[in-house]
T-cell receptor
Framework: GAVVSQHPSRVICKSGTSVKIECRSLDFQATTMFWYRQFPKQSLMLMATSNEGSKATYEQGVEKDKFLINHASLTLSTLTVTSAHPEDSSFYIC????????????????FGEGSRLTVL | SQQGEEDPQALSIQEGENATMNCSYKTSINNLQWYRQNSGRGLVHLILIRSNEREKHSGRLRVTLDTSKKSSSLLITASRAADTASYFCATANTGKLIFGQGTTLQVKP
């Protein structure tokens, strides 16, 4: 299946700093990428949808100035957690959908391995 | 926003037994998908069933969909210890995937 790479897999930072997480589609062009957040033993909460070349669409309750999303190319989307605080500590997962065969519309998504953020 | 409710929340069975997980949702859907997540890892797509389908098989997996009841079930037959993971249903509508709360499955060897 298609490969989505997420980096870094783990990051520890001090409160007040900003952290950038990258999501890359390695073998297909991802016109749409999704960012999810997952707390321990809970489900995935959709944070935002990013389309290449346009502004991200954020879900209700997600602060767009807090979680900056950039989808500058068909293979890369980034999530920047700005001025991180301990309550931002979580598991962030990206997923991608493209227009190659079998990946269009609302078909299956391909997920990165996730990034665990710990804010001290 | 979450719209899927899954039960049971946790399931513990012996190797070789079958495992059944249920998912209910609230809105209309284009399709419903099941994913698996090993602890601390990303998600792996298992199977997709379209809104006009009632049942689908893939290896040891069997998925049913009842759109009148807005529910789906995932059956894993002849379970193995390696099936231990969390399983999530996800509903697709308006281009987004919304996940259920998940079922944590433990298969004891």
């Amino acid at each position: 299946g298609a490969v989505v790479s997420q980096h870094p897999s783990r990051v520890i930072c001090k409160s007040g700093t900003s952290v950038k997480i990258e999501c890359r589609s390695l073998d297909f062009q991802a016109t749409t990428m999704f960012w999810y957040r997952q707390f321990p033993k809970q489900s995935l909460m959709l944070m935002a949808t990013s389309n290449e070349g346009s502004k991200a669409t954020y879900e209700q309750g997600v602060e767009k100035d807090k979680f900056l999303i950039n989808h500058a190319s068909l293979t890369l989307s980034t999530l920047t957690v700005t001025s991180a605080h301990p309550e931002d500590s979580s598991f962030y997962i990206c997923s991608a959908r493209g227009f190659t065969s079998g990946l269009s519309g609302t078909g299956e998504l391909f997920f990165g391995e996730g990034s665990r953020l710990t804010v001290l | 926003s979450q719209q899927g409710e899954e039960d049971p929340q946790a399931l513990s069975i012996q190797e070789g037994e079958n495992a059944t997980m249920n998912c209910s949702y609230k809105t209309s859907i284009n399709n419903l998908q099941w994913y698996r997540q090993n602890s601390g890892r990303g998600l792996v797509h298992l199977i997709l069933i379209r809104s006009n389908e009632r049942e689908k098989h893939s290896g040891r997996l069997r998925v049913t969909l009842d759109t009148s009841k807005k529910s789906s079930s995932l059956l894993i037959t002849a379970s193995r210890a390696a099936d231990t993971a969390s399983y999530f249903c996800a509903t697709a509508n308006t281009g987004k995937l919304i996940f259920g709360q998940g079922t944590t499955l433990q298969v004891k060897p």
